[in-house]
């Protein structure tokens, strides 16, 4: 994925490539949310956080329910930019399954998310 970015000559690493797609797909959340969902500890959500709002692709906005918290959301510019990585992020997934049938790629989902599942089960 970085070097199909690096082609496209957008300044991204992966870790901030997929902050924006979920901020893209799940809307605003917390730090804390953000970070568990691309398995980041606090410290580093923080950088990546820093440099995106740097960078002018989100920003951090009061809860509504908790003073004390943030939400994270996606500038326009960060809504625009996430249009842009669409088309990206589907030709890096069709280049690493392309020798994959149907059949194959419909079992190596499966086979992933019940792996990722039973990584995020703590019981």
Same mark, same amino acid.
């Given at each position: 994925?970085? /070097?199909?970015? /690096? $082609? ?7 870790? !901030?490539? @997929?902050?924006l797609? *979920?901020?893209?797909r799940? =809307?605003?959340?917390s /730090? ?5 969902? +691309?398995? @980041?500890? =606090? =410290? $580093?959500?923080?950088?990546? @956080? #820093? ?5 002018g692709? @989100?920003? *951090?906005?009061?809860h509504? !329910?908790?003073?004390? $918290?943030? *939400?994270?959301?996606?500038?326009d510019? =960060?809504? $625009?930019l996430?249009?842009q ?5 589907? *030709? +890096?997934?069709?280049? /690493?399954q ?7 790629r419909?079992?190596?989902? #499966?086979?992933?998310?019940? +792996?990722l ?7």
């Amino acid at each position: 994925m970085e /070097a199909e970015l /690096a $082609a496209q000559d957008i300044d991204l690493r992966f870790t !901030q490539f @997929l902050i924006l797609k *979920r901020l893209s797909r799940l =809307g605003p959340m917390s /730090a804390s949310e953000l970070a568990r969902s +691309v398995e @980041l500890d =606090g =410290g $580093a959500m923080t950088r990546q @956080l #820093d440099q995106l709002e740097a960078k002018g692709f @989100l920003r *951090r906005t009061p809860h509504e !329910q908790d003073r004390r $918290a943030l *939400r994270i959301e996606l500038t326009d510019a =960060g809504n $625009a930019l996430w249009q842009q990585l669409t088309d990206c992020n589907d *030709r +890096v997934l069709e280049a /690493a399954q392309r020798s994959l049938s149907l059949t194959e790629r419909e079992q190596l989902h #499966d086979y992933l998310e019940r +792996v990722l599942h039973a990584l995020r089960d703590k019981s």
